[in-house]
């Protein structure tokens, strides 16, 4: 519900974002940086504040679905079915830009990354702006580092360099879009996100299919090695090695602390160096607490985060995604 208090915010909001601003503000995957997507100026202020690549493009949110046309154009049927089914949500599609999209967006690409958020505030700030515009908005921190997920997580790291933060609680899905681009009618996934394929697949006419990292041509936001990182080390362990990882860690006076999915794998450990926070076991709200979490001990002083490897199954593919972006070293 949008309260009198956050209508006149983003009333203000807009304003700033008329005048060549920056704004903060929830969607329900992670809190975004959003300029308005027509002004170069502006958006060259996102680039600045993210320390993020020139090249690294930017996604488009807006409003409404009448609008897809205005910022896209050659738009595939199967895109049609999947914007119509899923948003608002979280779901991005790659699609060929039309002239109304800057340069500076799309890093020099003739593609586009479009979505509709599904959070009340994002809502009804793209709405506020007018039909011809939006905001290209990656999310709220520096480049590379654990995505926001309150307007706390924004303020903290960020601070004064943004315009304004519009506080629209706690994300409800905490783990950024699915990103899909295509290939005639076959959907491409670029980078699993909040929708799993198994929704994807019960709407499009042909299964969509998960494209091999090395394989990606597009330049688009999430897909690099190093993504999602907390300053902290971070490294996957099975569960049946990392308790002994963490106690070879404190035998070198390194603090320690060891995160699981379940009880289950809580082992009896009394050494004062190394600590453990049990995750939920189910997908959906591991992801929602996720980068919550990594935040939280990210600003604790521990030498080591050790995180349990998730599940095979299916439901657990973004989560996975993060978590090997997030603990990547270059070799």
Not at 97 to 116: C, E, F, K, Y
Request: net charge negative.
């Amino acid at each position: 519900m949008i309260t009198p208090e956050i209508h006149n915010q983003i009333a203000t909001a807009v304003k700033l974002l008329e005048a060549g601003g920056t704004v903060a503000f929830p969607t329900e995957t992670v809190y975004g940086l959003g300029a308005d997507a027509t002004n170069p100026s502006a958006i060259r202020q996102i680039y600045e504040i993210k320390q993020r690549p020139i090249n690294h493009p930017l996604i488009v949110h807006f409003g409404d679905i009448a609008q897809l046309s205005y910022w896209a154009q050659e738009i595939p049927n199967a895109a049609w079915k999947l914007a119509k089914h899923f948003w608002p949500g979280p779901l991005t599609l790659i699609l060929r830009r039309s002239a109304h999209v800057p340069n500076i967006v799309t890093g020099d690409q003739d593609t586009v990354g479009l979505r509709i958020p599904a959070h009340p505030v994002a809502l009804a700030l793209l709405n506020a702006l007018g039909a011809e515009k939006a905001l290209a908005a990656p999310s709220a921190n520096r480049f590379g580092r654990i995505s926001p997920t309150t307007a706390t997580h924004v303020q903290q790291e960020l601070g004064q360099q943004v315009g304004m933060i519009l506080d629209g609680g706690a994300c409800e899905v905490g783990l950024e879009s699915t990103i899909i681009s295509f290939d005639d009618e076959t959907a491409l996934v670029l980078r699993p996100g909040g929708i799993p394929l198994s929704a994807l697949d019960a709407i499009l006419d042909k299964p969509a299919i998960l494209v091999d990292q090395k394989n990606i041509k597009i330049r688009t936001s999430g897909i690099l090695p190093a993504h999602y990182a907390p300053t902290t080390p971070l490294t996957i362990y099975p569960a049946e090695h990392i308790w002994a990882s963490a106690q070879e860690l404190a035998a070198q006076g390194l603090r320690t602390i060891v995160i699981t999915y379940s009880e289950h794998h809580h082992a009896n450990v009394s050494n004062q160096l190394i600590q453990h926070y049990a995750m939920p076991s189910d997908p959906v709200n591991y992801g929602k607490k996720l980068y919550a979490v990594l935040r939280q001990f990210d600003n604790q002083a521990f030498d080591q985060l050790l995180i349990e490897v998730p599940p095979s199954d299916p439901s657990w593919l973004a989560i996975t995604d993060r978590l090997k972006r997030a603990s990547y070293t270059q070799n």
